[in-house]
Antibody, heavy 123, light 110 residues
Framework: QVQLVESGGGVVQPGGSLRLSCTTS????????MHWVRQAPGKGLEWVTF????????QYADSVKGRFTISRDDSENTLYLQMNSLRAEDTAVYYCAKESSGGFIPGSYFDYWGQGTLVTVSS | QSVLTQPPSVSGTPGQRVSISCSGGGSNIGSNSVHWYQQLPGTAPKPLIYNNNQRPSGVPDRFSAFKSGISASLAISVLQSEDEADYYCAAWDGALNNWVFGGGTKLTAL
């Protein structure tokens, strides 16, 4: 069955960096677009970033543009999120999510989600 | 402020029909599919409705949805206590080049 397992969360000081990982199994990772979605404590969902199945296109929310970088390692079936210049407002549970297609296909959606990893930015 | 607008809360008694609205604009709901996600307390979101009105396998048929113009709506025909959760609508926004979510609606079964 499809599994997405995030790791790498923790407590980091403002201005610091953190790299999240999402290890996947149960599907052909290289065929699908992947996303990161976050949820601040007690708040709603916020889409963060996306990478197309072949890595040729990435998109970022304005709130993280220039600070966060998404990448994928198809040989390891793993998605990454490098987070730099972290701010207090980046505190959230970060979910990785699989898209139902390779990317930019009308009607595609997030069909599987991981359990999330908590990132806390605090001094 | 979320790009898609949902009521913060909705409530109903078990057995009742309830609905949740989602309002957007021409660059998101107006020109792209709407999807709905259910987040049970303490868990990750899961897909409930995709492509405006399609249910993934395993989702009970008491859940339905439709889209009209720049608005969408999720309905639960016979509310059950286990439906207590947060519900989010989502769509691709072609003007922002972003996925956008509604602010979420907390459903309470009284």
């Amino acid at each position: 069955q499809v599994q997405l397992v995030e790791s790498g969360g923790g407590v980091v000081q403002p201005g610091g960096s953190l790299r999240l990982s999402c290890t996947t199994s149960g599907f052909t990772f290289s065929n699908y677009a992947m996303h990161w979605v976050r949820q601040a404590p007690g708040k709603g969902l916020e889409w963060v970033t996306f990478v197309r199945f072949d890595g040729t296109n990435e998109q970022y929310a304005d709130s993280v543009k220039g600070r966060f970088t998404i990448s994928r390692d198809d040989s390891e079936n793993t998605l990454y999120l490098q987070m730099n210049s972290l701010r207090a407002e980046d505190t959230a549970v970060y979910y990785c999510a699989k898209e139902s297609s390779g990317g930019f296909i009308p009607g595609s959606y997030f069909d599987y989600w991981g359990q999330g990893t908590l990132v806390t930015v605090s001094s | 402020q979320s790009v898609l607008t949902q009521p913060p809360s909705v409530s109903g008694t078990p057995g009742q029909r309830v609905s949740i609205s989602c309002s957007g604009g021409g660059s998101n709901i107006g020109s792209n599919s709407v999807h709905w996600y259910q987040q049970l307390p303490g868990t990750a979101p899961k897909p409930l409705i995709y492509n405006n009105n399609q249910r993934p396998s395993g989702v009970p048929d008491r859940f339905s949805a439709f889209k009209s113009g720049i608005s969408a709506s999720l309905a639960i025909s016979v509310l059950q206590s286990e439906d207590e959760a947060d519900y989010y609508c989502a769509a691709w926004d072609g003007a922002l080049n972003n996925w956008v979510f509604g602010g979420g609606t907390k459903l309470t079964a009284l």
